[in-house]
T-cell receptor, first 114, second 116 residues
Framework: DGGITQSPKYLFRKEGQNVTLSCEQNLNHDAMYWYRQDPGQGLRLIYYSQIVNDFQKGDIAEGYSVSREKKESFPLTVTSAQKNPTAFYLC?????????????FGPGTRLTVT | AQTVTQSQPEMSVQEAETVTLSCTYDTSESDYYLFWYKQPPSRQMILVIRQEAYKQQNATENRFSVNFQKAAKSFSLKISDSQLGDAAMYFCAYRVPQGGSEKLVFGKGTKLTVNP
């Protein structure tokens, strides 16, 4: 079945450590996105990529980095520079062949930093 | 900047009844898309319904329908014959094509409780 996978579901790290969240899709979608979700805040865009080897900052990119070396993969690194990294992280993808450009989401990763 | 406002942080409905969730947005664009997403306790975001701004006809998907008022910049979601499985966070989202970008702007969500 086609879909988006994120691993792991729960991730725990010590403060000061970088951590990489995985996102893989087999939908053949061109665009991929990373969102952060905090209680009462909705979803906020961190980074997005429309094609391989290219990506743009979203609204809250500080303290995060991404890469897009393959169409299927869009890993997110939460660096030690991110002041409040504990959150729920959602990856999404979309295709230009869908006129409305709706995004499809993975199951998310809950990151806890102590 | 485009913004999406969901004025009801929480709503409740009795099973089998109808409930309407509100959403307003701010934009100067004439061509855009609107979405409602559902996030159940599993936290998986699920697309419920979409609306193209150029279409006057309101979108429907089974028990879900929207009331799209373009002039008022309003996009409410009506859930008919509510079921226990409808209990979730509901997010309204807006998208405008910007040079090929497909960014979505989300509201802060409405938590829907369905009472048996």
């Amino acid at each position: 079945d086609g879909g988006i996978t994120q691993s792991p579901k729960y991730l725990f790290r010590k403060e000061g450590q970088n951590v990489t969240l995985s996102c893989e899709q087999n939908l053949n979608h061109d665009a991929m996105y990373w969102y952060r979700q905090d209680p009462g805040q909705g979803l906020r865009l961190i980074y997005y990529s429309q094609i391989v080897n290219d990506f743009q900052k979203g609204d809250i990119a500080e303290g995060y980095s991404v890469s897009r070396e393959k169409k299927e993969s869009f890993p997110l690194t939460v660096t030690s520079a991110q002041k409040n990294p504990t959150a729920f992280y959602l990856c999404a993808s979309s295709t230009k062949t869908a006129p409305a450009g709706e995004q499809y989401f993975g199951p998310g990763t809950r990151l806890t930093v102590t | 900047a485009q913004t999406v406002t969901q004025s009801q942080p929480e709503m409740s409905v009795q099973e089998a009844e109808t409930v309407t969730l509100s959403c307003t947005y701010d934009t100067s664009e004439s061509d855009y898309y609107l979405f409602w997403y559902k996030q159940p306790p599993s936290r998986q975001m699920i697309l419920v319904i979409r609306q193209e701004a150029y279409k006057q006809q309101n979108a429907t998907e089974n028990r879900f329908s929207v009331n799209f008022q373009k002039a008022a910049k309003s996009f409410s979601l009506k859930i008919s014959d509510s079921q226990l499985g409808d209990a979730a966070m509901y997010f309204c989202a807006y998208r405008v094509p910007q040079g090929g970008s497909e960014k979505l702007v989300f509201g802060k969500g409405t938590k829907l409780t369905v009472n048996p």
